[in-house]
């Protein structure tokens, strides 16, 4: 067999490839379902936490990819919103980013409809110049529908011109964790309790050899991942793995999370409200709200951001605020020898845009790609470290966005708006403001439509458009628009109210509400 034959990644049936997962959490078990499910042959599973030890667990906004692998898993929808208290979410809401009192959606799904050749943005862009376009939000269904509050899946009601609304969900993490734990065990994956007490390494190589519990225990294996969290036991403490530092472009470095009682009309959106220091998340769930705020220490104190944090609740908080403390960035490598950090422990980008537990699953998938076994290649190792940089600076890029293009007065926000950007960004966001156009890199994550939301909505109007956009007559550009917008409201109009939808089809059963709340 050839050094490049990937036939021997897995061992024979009598000798199969132990992959063992150090730690649990939303990291931990979504990879132990993944695995539990697609590897059925040739791999076990070992799956190892400590209950002494808790999680982070505030991840509790998704975008839609959480769809996908919840689908390719083959989970049901419906029993996984009612067993995670889940509701659903169209968009994120951005309060006071750009300027105090100003308020725009990053919505999914497309805005407007494109016109031959010519994205829908260029032809926003010249009736917002002229006067004849709304906000951008007007020409997107599913900020139409969250705006109103309403919710619908499927084909539209009223007219095959207006598309469907795609959708993400709001969950309680650690009740997710517990549904893919039964989901994995169920699979063959082995679950072991304990604290690691020592990780062992291969003298020559530097490779995890075994992870020996608190008891006693040894845990040996051929392949790590570590989804220890922002501890990184594995890939930082074991492996060495440098971590990247970006606090010079996102200096916000803590986070308090409280939960606070239910309310009982869900918005099917998540709100990212801005504060003098940083920001403050809702999270509306069947049986409480998750709430957060995120500061920069530079700029406030603990006690300021948490007396703010509880004083911007919809209702009465549920518990005292938890502290969390991290440092944005990543590990200059997340495969390291035969460790792969997931989750926390590979880097963190602040929850800003929903995407921790996409990162989670983009990691997840990235690994059964390239799957190592027994034999792991340096040439697998570069390029799965490749795809992760890239996708990190991306959406590192597309937060700093966020905080960049502002026109608020705080000295924190000052700051941000007087930072040098990531060289990436910069280029983009003056490709837009000049001529409307937006290009999109590779398999990055977000779109061209997401970057034109955000860009459009922190404030930056393009001074041009495409050639084709300035072609048409400007009360044909006004009939179009008006005529997108009147499409969508009549067509939401027909929805039934977010909480009213979850009550007819996925509604938690009570007792299980009231015992979470």
């Given amino acids: 067999m050839s050094s490049t034959d990937t036939s021997g990644n897995a ?11 150090a730690g649990g959490g939303t990291a931990g078990w979504m990879t132990a379902a993944a695995f539990g499910h697609f590897l059925d042959r040739g791999f076990t599973v070992t799956l190892v936490e400590s209950e002494e030890i808790g999680t982070v667990g505030v991840g509790e906004a998704t975008i839609p990819q959480i769809r996908m692998f919840n689908q390719a898993l083959g989970i049901d929808e419906t029993a996984f919103i009612r067993a995670t208290q889940a509701t659903f979410k169209l968009a994120i809401e ?26 829908f943005h260029h032809y926003w862009s010249r009736g917002r110049r002229l006067g004849l376009a709304g906000p951008h939000g ?8 969250a705006r109103a509050g309403r919710m619908h899946i499927g084909a539209p009601l009223t007219s095959q011109n207006v598309p469907e609304m795609p959708h993400a969900f709001h969950f309680d993490a650690g009740l997710y964790a517990a549904f893919l734990r039964k989901f994995a065990e169920g699979r063959g994956v082995t679950r072991r309790e304990g604290k690691i007490a020592q990780i062992k390494q291969d003298g020559e190589s530097g490779n995890i050899t075994s992870l020996e519990l608190a008891s006693g225990e040894d845990i040996a294996g051929d392949l790590f ?25 996102l200096p916000c470095d803590r986070a308090l999370a409280v939960p606070s009682g239910r309310v009982t009309d869900f918005t099917p959106y998540t709100r990212a409200t801005a504060h003098e220091a940083g920001w403050q998340w809702r999270i509306p769930l069947q ?9 920069s220490s530079a700029f406030t104190s603990d006690d300021e951001a948490a007396q703010s944090l509880l004083a911007h609740l919809d209702a009465p908080a549920l518990a005292d605020p938890r502290p969390i403390r991290f440092t944005t960035g990543r590990r200059a490598e997340a ?18 845009e929903s995407t921790s537990i996409h990162l989670i699953q983009t990691a997840i998938s990235r690994i059964l790609k390239l799957l190592p076994g027994k034999v792991q290649r340096q040439q697998d190792r570069d390029e799965y470290n490749r795809q992760f940089t890239f996708e990190m600076e991306r959406i590192r890029d597309f937060i700093v966005l966020h905080y ?9 926000w000052q700051a941000m708006r007087e930072m040098t950007l990531p060289d990436s960004l910069a280029a983009r ?17 977000f779109g061209e439509v997401g970057w034109f939301q955000v860009m459009a909505g922190q404030g930056i109007v393009p001074e041009g458009s495409h050639a084709l956009a300035e072609t048409i007559d400007e009360a044909d550009l006004k009939g179009y628009l008006d005529t997108l917008n009147a499409l969508y409201r009549r067509e939401v109009d027909r929805y039934p109210r977010h909480a009213d939808f979850i009550a007819r089809h996925c509604a938690a059963p009570p007792l299980a509400v009231d015992a979470a709340a």
């Fill in 225 to 249: 991942i570590d989804c220890t969290g922002f501890r990184a036991l594995l890939i930082g403490g074991a492996m060495g793995s440098p971590y990247v530092d970006w606090t010079n472009w």
């Fill in 11 to 21: 061992g024979t049936s009598g000798d199969p490839v132990r992959i063992v997962i």
């Fill in 404 to 412: 960049h293009v502002n026109e608020r007065p705080e000295p924190f």
């Fill in 138 to 145: 007007d020409y997107a269904i599913n900020e139409v529908a």
């Fill in 429 to 445: 966001i003056e490709l837009f403001r000049a001529s409307g156009h937006i290009v999109r890199h590779g398999d990055e994550l």
């Fill in 94 to 119: 951005f309060v006071g980013w750009g300027a105090p009192g100003s308020r725009y959606m990053h919505a999914f799904g497309d805005v407007g409809r494109d016109v031959g050749l010519c994205a």
């Fill in 287 to 295: 049986h409480r709200t998750g709430n957060g705020r995120v500061y």
């Fill in 335 to 352: 495969w390291r020898g035969n460790v792969i950090a997931v989750g926390l422990a590979s880097g963190f980008l602040e929850p800003l």
